[in-house]
Structures are given as structure tokens and as C-alpha cells.
């Protein structure tokens, strides 16, 4: 796993956790930025993936 992945991950366990304690506190703002960071956290992971297969099919030719 490398660092964009684990940020990544981070990242989205953060919007969770942001949405959730907005929904508790009926903040709509609150649910808006943690939908903002899951998703940001999805595309950095996306993007780290990305790396990993290129740097595996580097290893592989």
C-alpha cells in the first residue's frame, strides 16, 4: 500500500465519520463536508491504486 492510498483511505474514513457526527447534531453543513472529503478520499485512493498497478506491471516487463 503506498502513502496516496493510506491518505486516501484516511481521508474517507474522516467524511464518515464528519457526515455521521453532522447528521447527529442536524448540521447539513457538517453532512456536506464529509461527503466533500469521502469522496476526495476515494479519489486519492483511486489514484494510489492506479500507481500500485503500474508500479507492479513495471516490475512484471
Known amino acids: 500500500m503506498n502513502k496516496d492510498q493510506v491518505k486516501g ?3 474517507e474514513i474522516a467524511g464518515k465519520v464528519q457526515e455521521a457526527s453532522g447528521k447527529l447534531v442536524g448540521s447539513k453543513e457538517q453532512q456536506v463536508k464529509g461527503l466533500g472529503k469521502q469522496i476526495s478520499g476515494k479519489a486519492e485512493k483511486t489514484y494510489g491504486d492506479a500507481k500500485e498497478v503500474v508500479k507492479n ?5
Not at 506491471?57 to 516487463?61: C, E, V, Y
Open 57 to 61: 506491471a513495471n516490475k512484471h516487463s
Open 9 to 11: 483511505v484516511a481521508k
